[in-house]
């Protein structure tokens, strides 16, 4: 790796943490029996400079099923291809993105480690809560050759909390304790990784929830002012500091991420699905798809209706192996 690269990552401004509440806004929600506590979305990268970073407070585990790019954390930037697996922890910065846009396709999960805990009857929360404080870490885009048991876990509790309705929440919960088990056995000569852990999070958590839930509605800035127990200045500026948008702002983030599901997952007219969102016209609608992704919803429609693998087993491996795992070709 270069070492400028990485420094450049470590140190720059510009690679500020920019945190998301539970999951990327508008994944979709796995209807399983315990809401809330699982989410799978799968989400075509963007490409272009990486500007910041972000973190979660779920665990995120994927794996890419087309395309490839590059994973930056704190550490430094890994390169990814078709079958490579990724794990991060809460608060753990990262962002990836892909080599072309509108090319490279991940499968996500978000987990909410609390409320799959206590939402399966779990009672030793104490162990696993000190496995997430320290004792995991291997993180990032995980090696086939070392890591072959977690990328087999990953894999596994990717494609159960995939099959929606059919998901089997105990068995997520037995693989995910599985998961923490033996990343700290491979763990234990290996330094902790960066989180973050930011207190003004948690200050504005009740108007994430409150947007997370009601993006279709017409949300001021003063409702999430009293939600929150702040004034609408202050609540302007942890907006600010703390997700690098405003409350409009990330309203509307919010509203188009949701949007681009139903474009891709539904036959409804654009028109129709702009309105649902909660954007007053269709003008309003077309601006603010254009301002994040760069294209209009019905070009974002064409692009991304190419649909994935339902599961890492229906691959040709043979014809789409890992970055790290393809052989290198021989020298004549």
């Given amino acids: 790796m270069n070492n400028d690269v990485k420094q450049q990552i470590q140190t720059s401004p510009e690679f500020s943490v920019r945190p998301l509440y539970n999951c990327e806004p ?35 585990l994927g794996y890419c099923v087309a395309g490839d790019g590059d994973c930056y954390t704190s550490a430094g930037i890994t390169h990814f291809g078709v079958g490579d697996v990724e794990l991060f922890f809460p608060f753990q910065p990262h962002l990836s993105k892909g080599s072309r846009a509108h090319y490279c396709v991940w499968k996500f999960v978000q987990i909410d480690c609390s409320r799959l805990l206590s939402g399966c009857g779990f009672s030793n929360q104490s162990m696993i809560n000190d496995l997430l404080a320290g004792q995991v870490r291997i993180s990032g885009i995980l090696d086939p050759k070392r890591h072959a048991e977690l990328i087999s876990l990953v894999v596994s509790i990717v494609d159960e909390i995939h099959k929606i309705d059919e998901c089997d929440c105990l068995l997520v919960l037995s693989r995910f304790i599985e998961l923490l088990v033996v990343n700290a056995r491979q763990s234990k000569e290996l330094p902790p990784f960066e989180r973050v852990v930011d207190q003004r999070f948690y200050r504005i958590i009740p108007a994430l929830d409150y947007i997370n839930r009601n993006y279709m509605k017409d949300i001021s800035t003063d409702q999430l002012a009293e939600l929150c127990g702040l004034s609408r200045t202050r609540t302007n500026e942890l907006f600010r500091l703390v997700t690098g948008y405003s409350p409009k702002e990330y309203l509307n983030t919010i509203r188009v991420n949701v949007a681009e599901i139903k474009l891709i997952n539904s036959s409804r007219s654009i028109i129709d699905i702009g309105l649902d969102m909660g954007f007053g016209d269709i003008s309003s609608f077309y601006r603010a798809f254009k301002a994040k992704n760069g294209i209009s919803p019905s070009e974002y429609r064409i692009h991304r209706t190419q649909t994935p693998p339902s599961s890492y087993a229906e691959w040709n491996h043979d014809e789409a192996l890992p970055q790290s795992m393809q052989k290198p070709e021989e020298s004549s």
């Fill in 26 to 60: 508008g994944e979709v929600l796995i209807n399983t029996p315990i809401e809330e506590m699982l989410y799978g979305s799968t989400y075509t990268l963007p490409g272009g400079e990486i500007t910041r970073l972000h973190y979660h407070n779920t665990l995120e």
